[in-house]
Structure formats: structure tokens, C-alpha cells
């Protein structure tokens, strides 16, 4: 796949050069800084690639990505950070700072892959192995872009003599091992004005919306193995403690608070039917758009589970394996991601990617996304999601901002074999880099302006309506740094 020349992509950045400074009254000060940030951007764009393939080749998962931090962490010291490994007792997370004093932004960055989920970089479902692991949510494009995006912010401090500092987050683990919650818990991000948040997506659109907190748990079942046809009286069936609790939490959901979500598979039911299963496992999610609301369903959903226990004359423990907050969104950091967006334009393939993002979208449902849709802004999002993320307990710690830019072909859905293809590919890499271009003019906006940092902590603090951040895992949880120790599908 080709890539764009280099006399197309300096025609590029004078044309956006150009569109910014026509679209926003700027002071001389921050027009020299987003130039700054785009040259920087340009220069820092080949390294960032590379570092996107790596990391997609790699495709390390959760609090395993060794490489993929030593990597990133490597190109950020390379480029004059400072490195912080291991920060929240997690060997694979860390902090780059660049700058001294206030104010300071934060950018996240993720690096954790999928298990089962090898897809070769084609339009077509292709891959040597499919059991291994695979970038299927295109966090290699989302820890490179986010790397990109701060050297960008440090070149535009050193270019301007702007004050400030300027962290990139390396988060580990976000698919389901909760890395932010526990960094979070650790105050990894205290002191920031602002965390600047992205996500690889289908589309281009800021986001100013809130999403679910949930708790996840394992309601493990024990019981007296017998004979079922011999002596069932001797039996207490672990299945049927399990099964007495599912038909509570049934029962349970016409009382729920409207919009919360309870769901769960069956991890353990037993063996040959003859015998009075000792052994079985429930593990299920809960979800509220409410922290509050939830932490009092989960009380419920626990009575639920002692209720089957009792009633079968068996024992059960829980044990919870991940809980995230609700994301608290931040409206004027949305507008300023927009207004960027909006300046830097959408993706343009080249006629390659093109040919490639068509015959992947024949592979998609007719009613996916359109393909032209790369090159559009769509309107900010402020319609709450159904899904959960660990960047939601960063929400609470910091105002965060929130944005998708178009690294997939349009009509992708997350965590499917689409997604790897595209993000070992230059589509990913494109949507990569528009999103470290608006993430990095985003940033020296905020270092630079006082006025726009009092507006978004005004939001922040208007939102946060006086609560508290109070995670729901227990308080003595550790992060869970063994979960994929086995190739751990089963998150
Ligand atoms: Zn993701």
C-alpha cells in the first residue's frame, strides 16, 4: 500500500496551515504554536508508523505489552521526554513528561490487544493463526497517535517558549484488566488541567457524552457431588444454586432503574449429567449511566446471589473482577477537538486505499456506515453510550476529553477482524495522525489559555455536581496483572 508523497503531504499541511488561521481569531502567540505543531507532526509522522506496525505485529495483550511500552517509551525519550516506568505498581504502565510547572495536560494512550483476534492487513478474512492475538480495537493506532501527538505539544513549547507540561499516559490493560481504574486509584493523574482522550473509530466526531459504569464479578457455586440416579438427597447441586440466582436477577430486571443493563454467561455448569455438579461459575455485568444508581443495584444483584445459595443449601464467593466508572463528559473540550476536526478535515484515501476500503465494506452488513463518510466531520456526540471504558474513572480525576477519528473503513464494527485489518494498514494510520494533529492543537490551546482552561474546569465541576470519585472495586483490589497470563480469552 502506498504511502501519501512527500510533496503531497507538505501541500497538505500549508492548505491546513492556512485553514486554520482563517478559521479562529488567533493571537500571534498560538498561531506560531499550531504551525509548530503541524511541522512537528510532519516530521514525527514516519517514526509513529512504524511504531503503529510494531505494536500491531506485536499485538501484546493486556498488562503483558512489554515491547509495546518499552517502544513507545523509547520514542518519547528519544524525542526528550522524561520516563516514569511502572508507575501505579504496573510494570507496563508509565508517564513522559516534557516541560516544568502549570499548567498541564495529559494525553492517554492505550497499547493492549485482543485475544483470538490474528487478521493479516488484507480486505478479505485472512490470518496464519487465528487463535493469536490481534489489535481488534486499534489500540496500536491509539498508543502511537497518542505518542505522536505529545512530541508534537513538546516541539510547539520548545518552538514558542511556552510554559507548562506536557504527560502522555502509557495505560495498559483497558480491555477489561482496568488499567486506568488503577492508576486512577493510585492518582496517577492528579494535577492535570486536562486529559486529552482518543479512540480509533469509523468516523470522525467529537464526543461530549457520557457512557455506563459497571461492575463485572464471578459468583463462584460450591456444592456436595452425588450420584443423580444413586443418592441425589446426599447432593447439593452448585448448578442449581447458580441457577436459582440467574432466575432472581431475571426477576430482578423489571425493578431495575430504567436504562441499567445486567448480563451474564454460565463459566462452569458442570460435567456428565449423572453427577450432582460441586463446581459452578456465573460471571456477569452490571451497568448504570449512574455510578450512584449502580453501586445500589450491585447490592441487589449480590442478594440475588446469596438468595440462591440459601435457598439450594450451597456456598458462594464473589469475586469482582473489574468495575468502571461512568465517563463524565466536558463540553468545551469537545467544541475545541471539533473545531480542530473540522479545520484539519476528514481522511482522503489514495485510489490503493480506496480499492482496499471497498472490498472490505462488501464484508460489512448493508446497513454499515457509507464509504465517503472518512471524509466527513460528523456533529459532536452527545447521546450516552450503552458501553464501558476505563477512561470514564479518568473523567473524574481530570476534565477529559473524548473523540473518534476515521482509522477504520466506515461501517466497521469494534473488536471484529476489520478493524486489525485496517489499523496494520495506511487507512489506520491516516485516521492515526488526524487524531494526533487535533489532539496536539488541542493541547497547546490549553497550555496557552487561561480563559479556555477556566471553561472547561467550570464544566467539570458542573457535572461532577459536588459527587465524589469513588470507585466500585473493593478497596484492597490490586490490578489484576495475571489475567491474560494463560492467553486469558475469557475477559
Ligand atoms: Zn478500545
Known amino acids: 500500500m502506498k504511502t501519501r508523497s512527500p510533496a503531497a503531504s507538505v501541500r497538505f499541511s500549508c492548505a491546513l496551515l492556512a485553514t486554520v488561521s482563517w478559521l479562529s481569531p488567533l493571537s500571534a502567540a498560538?498561531?506560531?504554536?499550531?504551525?509548530?505543531?503541524?511541522?512537528?507532526?510532519?516530521?514525527?509522522?514516519?517514526?509513529?508508523?512504524?511504531?503503529?506496525?510494531?505494536?500491531?505485529?506485536?499485538a501484546e495483550l493486556g498488562y503483558l505489552e512489554q515491547r509495546s511500552a518499552a517502544r513507545l517509551a523509547e520514542t518519547l525519550r528519544a524525542a526528550g521526554f522524561t520516563i516514569e516506568m511502572g508507575v501505579g505498581g504496573i510494570p507496563t504502565a508509565f508517564v513522559a513528561s516534557y516541560g516544568s510547572g502549570e499548567p498541564v495536560v495529559g494525553i492517554l494512550a492505550e497499547y493492549d490487544a485482543l485475544p483470538a483476534m490474528a487478521q493479516d492487513a488484507a480486505p478479505e478474512r485472512s490470518a496464519t493463526d487465528h487463535s493469536a492475538s490481534g489489535h481488534a480495537c486499534g489500540h496500536n493506532l491509539f498508543g502511537a497517535g497518542s505518542a505522536l501527538a505529545a512530541i508534537a505539544v513538546k516541539e510547539a513549547l520548545v518552538a514558542t517558549g511556552g510554559a507548562g507540561t506536557i504527560k502522555f499516559f502509557g495505560c495498559p490493560a483497558e480491555e477489561g484488566g482496568g488499567g486506568k481504574v488503577h492508576l486512577s486509584r493510585a492518582g496517577v493523574f492528579a494535577g492535570c488541567d486536562a486529559i486529552l482522550s482518543w479512540h480509533p473509530g469509523d468516523a470522525n466526531?467529537?464526543?461530549?457524552?457520557?457512557?455506563?459504569?459497571?461492575?463485572?464479578?464471578?459468583?463462584r457455586y460450591t456444592g456436595v457431588a452425588a450420584h443423580a440416579s444413586v443418592n441425589p438427597w446426599s447432593g447439593r447441586s452448585a448448578l442449581d444454586g447458580l441457577m436459582l440466582t440467574a432466575h432472581a436477577l431475571d426477576m430482578l430486571r423489571e425493578h431495575m432503574p430504567d436504562g441499567?443493563?445486567?448480563?451474564?454467561?454460565?463459566?462452569?455448569?458442570?460435567?456428565?449429567?449423572?453427577?450432582?455438579?460441586?463446581?459452578?461459575?456465573?460471571y456477569l455485568y452490571a451497568r448504570h449511566a449512574n455510578p450512584d444508581e449502580l453501586r445500589d443495584l450491585w447490592k441487589r444483584v449480590l442478594a440475588c446471589g446469596e438468595a440462591g445459595a440459601l435457598g439450594t443449601g450451597t456456598t458462594m464467593a464473589v469475586t469482582v473482577v473489574n468495575s468502571n466508572y461512568a465517563r463524565l463528559p466536558n463540553m468545551p473540550l469537545a467544541k475545541l477537538y471539533d473545531r480542530h476536526l473540522r479545520a484539519s478535515g476528514g481522511i482522503v484515501y489514495t485510489p490503493e486505499e480506496h480499492a482496499f476500503a471497498e472490498k472490505l465494506h462488501t464484508t460489512l452488513p448493508a446497513s454499515a456506515r457509507a464509504l465517503g463518510t472518512e471524509r466527513d466531520i460528523q456533529p459532536i456526540m452527545e447521546k450516552t453510550t450503552s458501553g464501558s471504558s476505563d477512561v470514564a474513572d479518568v473523567s473524574w480525576q481530570a476534565p477529559t476529553g473524548e473523540m473518534n477519528t476515521a482509522c477504520l473503513v466506515p461501517g466497521t464494527p469494534a473488536h471484529s477482524w476489520q478493524v486489525v485489518a485496517a489499523g496494520g494498514m495506511s487507512i489506520g494510520e491516516k485516521g492515526m495522525v488526524l487524531a494526533a494533529r487535533v489532539l496536539a492543537l488541542s493541547a497547546v490551546d490549553l497550555l496557552s489559555d487561561a480563559a479556555l482552561r477556566a471553561e472547561v474546569a467550570a464544566d467539570f465541576e458542573r457535572r461532577k455536581a459536588g459527587r465524589t470519585y469513588q470507585s466500585l472495586l473493593p478497596a484492597d483490589a490490586k490490578p489484576p496483572l495475571d489475567y491474560r497470563a494463560n492467553g486469558g480469552g475469557e475477559l
Open 205 to 219: 466526531f467529537a464526543i461530549a457524552a457520557g457512557n455506563l459504569a459497571n461492575v463485572s464479578a464471578r459468583f
Open 260 to 282: 441499567a443493563r445486567i448480563h451474564y454467561t454460565v463459566t462452569r455448569g458442570g460435567g456428565a449429567p449423572n453427577v450432582v455438579p460441586a463446581d459452578a461459575e456465573l
Open 30 to 58: 498560538s498561531a506560531d504554536s499550531h504551525s509548530a505543531v503541524i511541522s512537528a507532526i510532519e516530521r514525527a509522522t514516519p517514526r509513529a508508523n512504524e511504531d503503529a506496525r510494531l505494536l500491531w505485529d506485536w
